[in-house]
């Protein structure tokens, strides 16, 4: 007989590591998360970095997004699917696709 799956719940966000960017936003998953980051680069691109719940350096670089509507100035929100190639971020609706260049 299949055993039933059960979902994990997210990780709540850990305490923030008072050297992370107050920007800095958790991204929960199931049973892990990491803090990402982003700020403006040069040629409409932007810097995004992943920390580790500790907040760690994982990754970070050069991000290109696929819609030129995103605006820094604006609330928005990391969302999944999130790494070190692709970031997606929640933007009034519209999920903009970031890929690393």
């Not at 700020?39 to 030129?68: H, M, Q, W, Y």
């Amino acid at each position: 007989m299949k055993q039933p799956h059960f979902t994990k719940l997210p990780l709540p966000a850990p305490e923030r590591e008072e050297h992370l960017p107050l920007h800095a936003q958790w991204l929960a998953g199931e049973g892990a998360g990491s803090w990402f980051s982003i700020v403006a680069a040069n040629d409409a691109r932007v810097e995004i970095t992943r920390f580790s719940p500790e907040g760690k350096v994982e990754c970070t670089g050069l991000f290109a997004c696929n819609n030129p509507t995103f605006n820094l100035n604006q609330p928005y929100e990391f969302t999944h699917l999130s790494h070190c190639k692709t970031v997606n971020i929640l933007q009034n609706g519209i999920i903009f696709i970031f890929e690393r260049v």
